[in-house]
Structures are given as C-alpha cells and as structure tokens.
C-alpha cells in the first residue's frame, strides 16, 4: 500500500524568505501524480502544484516548485519568497496512475510566515 | 466554470436529526470524492463514485451515513440519526482524467449538538 508521510507537523519563516516543505512516500508503482494542496485559513483546498512521475524535469508555478527526486521518493515544496497569504496548511498527496484518481493523503504541514 | 459547488456552507442541526449535504460537481468530471475533515483524523475519504457508480465506500464510518449520486451533476451524503462526533467539515471534490488534479468545493462545516 502506498503511504505518504510530511515529517514536519509545523514551521514559520519570515516574510520574503525561502522555505521549503518536506513530503517522502512509498510506492512500488512507476507510474503515479504527486501534488502539494494548500488550505489557509478560510478552509478551501486548492491545488498548489503537480508532477507526473515519468517527468524529471521539477514542476514549477511562480514562487511555487519541487525538488521531485524518483528514486529516493521524495517530493519536497519550495516556496520562494514567501508572503503572509502562504499562511496555511500544506498537504502532500500521492495518485496512482489508474486508481480512478483515489488520492493518498499525507498527514499535512502548518506553515506561518511571520511578517 | 464556477467549479464544486457545495451546499450548505454551514450547518446546526441536534443530535439524532437528519442531515444532507450536497455537492454539484465541476461539468464533465466524472469522480466524485466525499472527504471529511478533523482535527484528530485529518482527511478521511468516505466514499467516491466513478460515472455516477459508487466504486469504493469502505471508509463510510457506519450505516447511520449514505451516499447518493443520482446523475452527473449531482451528490448528495446524509447522516441519519446525527450524532456529536459527526461534527466536522465535509468537503466534496470532484476529477477527470483530464483535469489538474481534484477540484474542491468550500466545505460543509457540520455541528452536531
């Protein structure tokens, strides 16, 4: 069974920093999604930023990219920086390629960006 | 697209009453995810269907909670009797082979007293 783990419950950085979250999973699967969800505090969940496995090329979207490393199953977020809106917890998911889209979820990350 | 729409935004209702949550997801998606939310739990997902066909419920906590999802654009979770440890928020979402990922509705926050 896959399982994904974020190892750090809780970190805050200054405004304008660089900080990055960690995100480890465990798959025998090769072909699979990973993604970074965001929730702050209004409570919607959206959708940070995505990268297939088959891709080695990191995803990026704006201040947001990844450290996507195959073979050692890590996924880490680095957000660059970093403003008072990143406020939120981050959570790192996990997707099978023909699951019928059935995300595994990790367990989150509480960022605060302190001004 | 005005994406997951979820109804409504909060509810309060007493200990032993129905309750009904509902969920219209984006057009031409063709999954649908019911999670909920805690504090102790984190996210569980409850149940989700496939082209309206319930593909897996078995995190559905007990009978007391069903699901429905009578055509494309529409989804509906009840709990009958509600009880306190209900209390949490209910997020739909919904996905497409095609689509970035899972779209989330705003949640039903759910107090059960």
């Known amino acids: 069974a896959q399982t994904v783990t974020q190892s750090q419950p809780e970190m805050s950085v200054q405004e304008a920093e660089t900080v990055t979250l960690s995100c480890t999973y465990d798959?025998?699967?090769?072909?699979?999604?990973l993604f970074w969800y965001k929730q702050p505090p209004s409570r919607q969940m959206i959708l940070v930023i995505r990268q297939e496995a088959y891709k080695q090329q990191n995803a990026t979207e704006n201040r947001f990219s990844v450290n996507f490393q195959k073979a050692a199953k890590s996924f880490s977020l680095k957000i660059s920086d970093s403003q008072l809106g990143d406020t939120a917890m981050y959570f790192c998911a996990f997707m099978k390629h023909s699951s019928n889209y059935q995300l595994i979820w990790g367990a989150g990350t509480k960022l605060i960006i302190k001004p | 697209d005005a994406g997951v729409i979820q109804s409504p935004r909060h509810e309060v209702t007493e200990m032993g009453q129905e309750v009904t949550l509902r969920c219209k997801p984006i057009s031409g998606h063709n999954s649908l995810f019911w999670y909920r939310q805690t504090m102790m739990r984190g996210l569980e997902l409850l149940i989700y269907f496939n082209n309206n066909v319930p593909i897996d419920d078995s995190g559905m906590p007990e009978d007391r909670f069903s699901a429905k999802m009578p055509n494309a654009s529409f989804s509906t979770l009840k709990i009958q009797p509600s009880e306190p440890r209900d209390s949490a928020v209910y997020f739909c979402a919904s996905s497409s082979r095609d689509s970035y990922g899972y779209t989330f509705g705003s949640g039903t926050r759910l107090t059960v007293v």
């Open positions: 798959t025998s699967e090769n072909n699979y999604y």
